[in-house]
């Protein structure tokens, strides 16, 4: 198991028992059946509705801990200083998803550094943001961006929003279901909810099998296709009005990056071509789809 690239010897002993194990997000069984093992843990599919995650599943105190020390001085904090292709990726997000909004503020759950609240901004959109990560938070209020350290659970928001965004975020919770519930109270009615989500089912999933670069444990704890996200937000009145691909825009030394992080199997070939390719046509940024969902619903 030290091959996780999130864990540590100490959060790989905070694991819980497997009578500690929660029900089925979705519907609330307890029947799973093995698909695979990776990297210290197996991934199963719900017997009831199909939908896969983890076990054992990790508890919130152990993502908190990875979470903040991987912005810090980890994987994420890779992710944040790639300034340029992920406010790209925020810039086309925002530009997709604001003519299905209505008038009003957004707030962004989430929102690391907050590429996502100046992509809004530029919009000349009010824009919020929430985040666990007291680095990311620093950042994005050190560019004159309104950020908060704070939980989805803590969060007392003081007006409702026309959209609330939460990117890269759901398939990190062990239960959506409180977060799901909570956002929905924070809606202005008819506002809408923007979420992304990686598809198991999606071309890359199917071709790479268990080593899909989003199966990612511990971090990524619950997998979707498209009928177990509606079927998700359904429980929580919130109706899909757009479902389609979340392709991002990447450069390819940040996929080559990115690779070596999740995938270092296919890292190893795609390396040999990506050094082939000249330095300028390495860093231009492209438009990738990467086997994610975005979903837009409607309060």
């Known amino acids: 198991m030290q091959d996780n690239l999130f864990e540590t010897p100490d959060t790989i002993r905070a694991r819980p028992r497997p009578d500690e194990q ?96 100046r992509a809004v901004g530029d919009l000349g959109i009010e824009a919020e943001g929430i985040e666990l ?22 969060f007392v928001p003081e007006r409702r929003y026309a959209c609330i965004t939460a990117f890269d975020l759901v398939e990190h919770l062990v239960d959506p279901n409180p ?40 971090v990524h704890v619950n997998y979707f296709d498209r009928a177990t996200i509606v079927g998700l937000l359904a429980r929580h009145a919130l109706t899909p009005v757009q479902i389609g691909g979340a392709p991002k825009v990447m450069t390819i030394d940040y996929i080559l990056a990115s690779l070596a992080a999740f995938n270092p199997l296919l890292h190893r070939g795609a390396r040999v071509l990506g050094n082939l390719a000249p330095r300028g046509l390495r860093q231009r940024p492209l438009r990738v789809p990467v086997g994610e969902l975005l979903i837009v619903a409607s309060a």
């Open 179 to 218: 977060f799901l519930a909570r956002v929905r109270e924070w809606l202005a009615p008819g506002g809408r909810l923007a979420i992304t989500v990686p598809d198991i089912k999606s071309v890359h999933a199917r071709l790479m099998g268990r080593h899909w670069y989003y199966y990612a444990p511990p």
């Open 22 to 117: 929660p029900p089925c997000a979705l519907c609330g069984g307890r029947r799973f059946a093995p698909l695979f093992h990776k990297q210290g843990y197996d991934f199963t599919r719900c017997a009831d509705c199909s939908l896969v995650r983890l076990d054992p599943m990790p508890t919130p105190e152990v993502l908190a801990e990875i979470y903040e020390r991987s912005y810090r001085d980890g994987l994420y904090a890779m992710f944040a200083r790639a300034d340029d292709v992920r406010s790209a990726t925020a810039r086309a997000r925002a530009a997709a998803i604001a003519p299905l909004a209505p008038p009003g503020p957004w707030l962004d759950v989430g929102c690391s550094t907050g590429a996502l609240l």
């Open 133 to 154: 990560s007291a680095v990311a938070v620093a950042e994005a209020r050190a560019r004159g961006l309104h950020a908060t350290q704070a939980a989805a659970d803590d």
